[in-house]
């Protein structure tokens, strides 16, 4: 990482009945116990948090002062979702990329309005954008399109305090491990001059104009200013070359798109998805695979290799993937975040929407998903982990399902399918 290049410096009860007796006692009782757990649980929370404090000296470089200003007055945020909390019901949150109908995440109205928004953006930051393609290889569009899909290009500023977020997740959240050294990170980022109050999280602590975690700041960041400072709250030609070193440092293949919408030929079904299928673009066409409308594949990308990718399996568009898809998955890890992304590229570019149509399928639904993917795997189908999350993996071994019990192939987790499973099972 470059020189700091992450932030600026900165009453009786009298001769009353009995039961009024009991009933006033028990009253008072519940107010105790209200104020005193919470109590107990904040005595808690801090000395957690002081038991962070050697690794924070010495691995992180955090201060004395700088560490005791945060925890001193530091309290959890129980309010967060995605907890573990004695008494109280787990629930795991997701994100939209896992609850959301395909449909309505890749809503062809919004894309063409942050379209519109980042060819805007490309002309007025264009000479930062020059100089972010020659020097980490990936195309304007994909890097601006990251920032819209994150934040609507800043428009979207997240609610919480980074430091809170973190803390209380590392505490009590479900995944503590990962969130104890992430609010390590931001200790690191307080101390090196990043003001708190720019720390504006999601629920989950990624923060700034391309949603950073801490620890990706130390790792990402690039300086475009020159000032000796990469900004990722203020700065866009700042956020944009950190998304793009990001993208680089993950994989990024210079010169190469995201993917291609293609038609599946009559001859092949979707249960062919996924990296498994990894081959050359030349095969899939000799399979009889061709570009949507009308277009051909170019010919320098013949040799390149691609699998076949359906976010909604038969119920809407279709791709050949590169391995820049991929990459775009590893900034998050959603096939349909990625296309969103790689669609909002192609338009900023000046293309346009899809060329087949998102059916209306309905929510993802967790429940339904585990059940599926448990009976796949009772079953010997290639599925690993039962999450509820749909991914390629998912909708592969639910068309492999479907074609050995002819069924109709659409390779998505459906009440169809599970109904067949707890038929036949047994």
């Not at 305090?161 to 009590?172: M, P």
């Not at 990962?178 to 720019?198: C, I, Q, S, T």
């Not at 096939?335 to 929510?363: C, K, M, Q, S």
């Amino acid at each position: 990482m470059q020189r700091m290049t992450i932030g600026r410096p900165a009453d009786k009860l009298g001769a009353r009945p009995f039961a009024f007796q009991a009933l006033v006692v028990c009253m008072m009782l519940a107010s105790f116990w209200s104020w005193s757990a919470p109590a107990q649980a904040r005595e808690d929370f801090k000395t957690f948090l002081e038991s962070l404090w050697p690794e924070a000296r010495d691995k992180y470089g955090v201060s004395r002062q700088t560490f005791d200003k945060v925890v001193k007055s530091l309290k959890p945020d129980l309010s967060l979702p995605d907890l573990e909390i004695p008494g109280r019901q787990k629930t795991q949150v997701r994100q939209s990329e896992f609850t959301s109908e395909p449909s309505d995440y890749i809503d062809a109205a919004y894309l063409a309005r942050l379209a519109n928004t980042g060819q805007r953006l490309a002309s007025e930051h264009k000479a930062a954008l020059d100089r972010i393609e020659q020097e980490f290889g990936v195309d304007r569009y994909s890097v601006l399109a990251i920032f819209g899909r994150e934040t609507a290009f800043g428009a979207y500023t997240p609610k919480h305090d980074a430091i809170t977020v973190l803390a209380t997740q590392a505490w009590t959240g479900r995944r503590k491990e990962m969130f104890r050294d992430e609010f390590l990170y931001a200790l690191k980022l307080l101390e090196k001059g990043v003001p708190r109050n720019k720390m504006r999280a999601s629920w989950a602590g990624a923060m700034g104009l391309t949603q950073f975690m801490p620890s990706e700041f130390f790792a990402h960041v690039h300086d475009m200013g020159g000032d000796g400072y990469a900004d990722l709250f203020d700065s866009v030609p700042d956020a944009l070359a950190s998304a793009a070193r990001q993208l680089k440092n993950k994989g990024w293949q210079r010169g190469q798109t995201w993917g291609y919408e293609v038609a599946i030929p009559e001859t092949s079904d979707c249960s062919l998805e996924g990296p498994p299928g990894l081959r050359p673009l030349r095969e899939w066409v000799a399979l009889g695979y061709r570009r949507t409308g009308g277009r051909e594949f170019p010919d320098a990308m013949l040799n390149e290799n691609a699998y076949l990718m359906s976010p909604a399996g038969a119920h809407g568009p279709s791709f050949l993937a590169l391995e820049n898809f991929q990459v775009i998955r590893r900034y998050n890890t959603s096939d349909l975040y990625a296309t969103f992304v790689g669609n909002l590229a192609d338009r900023i570019a000046g293309g346009g929407d899809f060329h087949t149509r998102w059916e209306a399928i309905g929510p993802q639904r967790t429940a339904l998903i585990r059940g599926i993917q448990q009976g796949l795997k009772d079953r010997g189908y290639g599925i690993e982990i039962v999450d509820g999350f749909i991914g390629s993996n998912t909708r592969r071994q639910v068309g492999r399902y479907q074609k050995d019990n002819g069924l109709r192939v659409d390779c998505w987790p459906s009440d169809a399918v599970l109904n067949h499973l707890q038929k036949t099972s047994g």
